[in-house]
C-alpha cells in the first residue's frame, strides 16, 4: 500500500489511524501524513508514536475543506464502521481532484468459509484456539462489494488484489494458504481474489 510515489502536494490522510503505525511508515517513506480517529486514546498513541499528526474526527464528518489530499488511506475501517457509504463519500470529498484512494478490508470470500466450518466443529475449535483466525466485522465485503461501493461513492477503482500477508509470526499454514491465494489471483489476472484480505485503489476524477 506504501509502494507508491508521493503525490506532488505530499499529502496524505490516514482515516482511523489507530496507533500510527501506518502515519509512521508513511512519514518515513517521504509523506507529509495527518491521521483521525474516533477515539482520543488512540489519538493520543499517536501522538506519542509520531510528535504530532492524529486529530479525533468521526470518519464521516472529516473535519477538512474539500479537496485538502492527494492521498486517503482507509486500512480495515469501512469493515468495522457503521456507515460505509458516509465514509467512502468523505473520502471523495476532501481529496484533491485526481487524488488516490488506498482502502483495505478482510475478504470475506476468504473468511466465510472458516467461520462456517469452524461453528461446525463448536467446542474442538475454540478448545484448539482456530476460532481466533477468520475477521467477519460489521460488514463482510467481497471484492466486487468493495468496487461497488468505491464506485457508488463516484471513485474510479484502478486496481484490486490481494492484501500481502501483514506480520512475520503467521502459522504455516496460514502462509500457504495465502501462497495458494496468490497463485490464483495470478493466473485469474486478479479476477479471482481469495486472500485474507484485499487492497483496492481508487481514483477522483477532475470532473
Avoid at 17 to 29: E, I, P
Amino acid at each position: 500500500m506504501l509502494g507508491a510515489h508521493p503525490s506532488p502536494d505530499r499529502r496524505l490522510l490516514d482515516v482511523g489511524c489507530g496507533g500510527g503505525y501506518f502515519l509512521h511508515a508513511a512519514r518515513r517513506r517521504g509523506w507529509r501524513v495527518l491521521g483521525t480517529d474516533l477515539a482520543w486514546e488512540a489519538c493520543a498513541v499517536a501522538h506519542e508514536c509520531e510528535g504530532r499528526g492524529a486529530v479525533q474526527a468521526d470518519a464521516c464528518r472529516l473535519p477538512f475543506r474539500n479537496g485538502s489530499f492527494g492521498v486517503v488511506t482507509l486500512v480495515n475501517v469501512v469493515d468495522q464502521a457503521g456507515e460505509p457509504n458516509a465514509i467512502l463519500g468523505e473520502a471523495h470529498r476532501v481529496l484533491a481532484p485526481r487524488g488516490l484512494l488506498a482502502l483495505r478490508v478482510p475478504n470475506a470470500s476468504f473468511h466465510r468459509p472458516w467461520v462456517r466450518t469452524l461453528s461446525a466443529l463448536g467446542p474442538l475449535a475454540r478448545w484448539r484456539e482456530w476460532d481466533a483466525y477468520p475477521i467477519i466485522h460489521q460488514f463482510a465485503f467481497t471484492a466486487p462489494g468493495l468496487r461497488s461501493l468505491v464506485e457508488r461513492a463516484g471513485l474510479t477503482v484502478l486496481e484490486l488484489r490481494n492484501s500481502s500477508l501483514a506480520g512475520g509470526g503467521a502459522r504455516s499454514w496460514r502462509r500457504v494458504l495465502v501462497a495458494v491465494a496468490a497463485a490464483v489471483a495470478w493466473a485469474s489476472r486478479n479476477r479471482w481474489l481469495a486472500g485474507p484480505s484485499i487492497e483496492l485503489y481508487a481514483r477522483k476524477d477532475s470532473r
